[in-house]
């Protein structure tokens, strides 16, 4: 089945902006918007933002999602170290009638 | 507050059979949709099963249609993924998750091998 496009890995340093994109097609991201998740090493994956930008309760004001036609995009702002994590975005296909998920990115704070 | 536990995984050889829990708890599980998701080690996420609210429905990920079982139990608030003719390529932890990849558990492990 098919999945989202997200880039392997980006780097970025400590207090900079970085953006991650994560892009799918009519019937998912561009339908539905993404949910982008959080998975730091040896934990299961957080949830940072559903509907393109609905935070759950808890989560920092530095992660923001967005969304332009099919692709989506998480920007964070501030990197803190305990940002260096990798990013999932995840969306409901509506003609496949199934959940896609990208490769994932890995974020690395410099 | 919202939990998820996931049990049941297991070591099992190929072709063999397993059965994953999930026990909810913190919401209102009889109205939520529910997924299993798994990643195998060092790889990343998969979506392999989801049922909507009611239990109507059932959706797959391709590669196991007609080996897996997605249900569910809301008067036990609990959901359950029985899986069939397991292979290699199952190997995975696999999560239970809430609605819109909302909460996840610790995941459970389970190891195809012989």
């Known amino acids: 089945q098919p999945g989202l496009t997200q880039p392997p890995s980006v780097s970025k340093g400590l207090r900079q902006t970085a953006t991650l994109t994560c892009t799918g097609n009519?019937?998912?991201?561009?339908?539905?918007?993404a949910v982008w998740l959080q998975q730091s090493q040896g934990h299961p994956p957080k949830l940072l933002s559903y509907?393109?930008?609905n935070r759950p309760s808890g989560i920092s004001e530095r992660f923001s999602a967005s969304r332009s036609g099919n692709t989506a995009s998480l920007t964070i702002t501030g990197l803190q170290s305990e940002d260096e994590a990798d990013y999932y975005c995840?969306?409901?296909?509506?003609?496949?009638?199934?959940?896609?998920f990208g490769g994932g990115t890995r974020l690395t704070v410099l | 507050e919202v939990q998820v536990v996931e049990s049941g995984g297991d070591l099992v050889q190929p072709g063999g059979s397993l059965r994953l829990s999930c026990t909810a708890s913190?919401?209102?599980?009889?109205?939520?949709?529910m997924s299993w998701v798994r990643q195998a080690p060092g790889k990343g996420l998969e979506w392999v099963a989801t049922?909507?609210?009611?239990?109507?429905?059932?959706y797959y990920v391709d590669s196991v249609k007609g080996r897996f079982t997605i249900s569910r139990d809301d008067a036990k608030n609990s959901l359950y993924l029985q899986m069939n003719s397991l292979s290699v390529d199952d190997t995975a932890i696999y999560y239970c998750?809430?609605?819109?990849?909302?909460?996840w558990g610790q995941g459970t492990l389970v190891a195809v091998s012989s």
């Open positions: 998750v809430t609605d819109t990849m909302s909460n």
């Open positions: 913190g919401f209102t599980f009889s109205k939520s949709w």
């Open positions: 049922i909507p609210e009611g239990g109507g429905e059932t």
């Open positions: 009519s019937n998912d991201v561009g339908k539905q918007g």
């Open positions: 509907r393109n930008n």
């Open positions: 995840s969306a409901w296909d509506i003609s496949l009638r199934a959940w896609v």
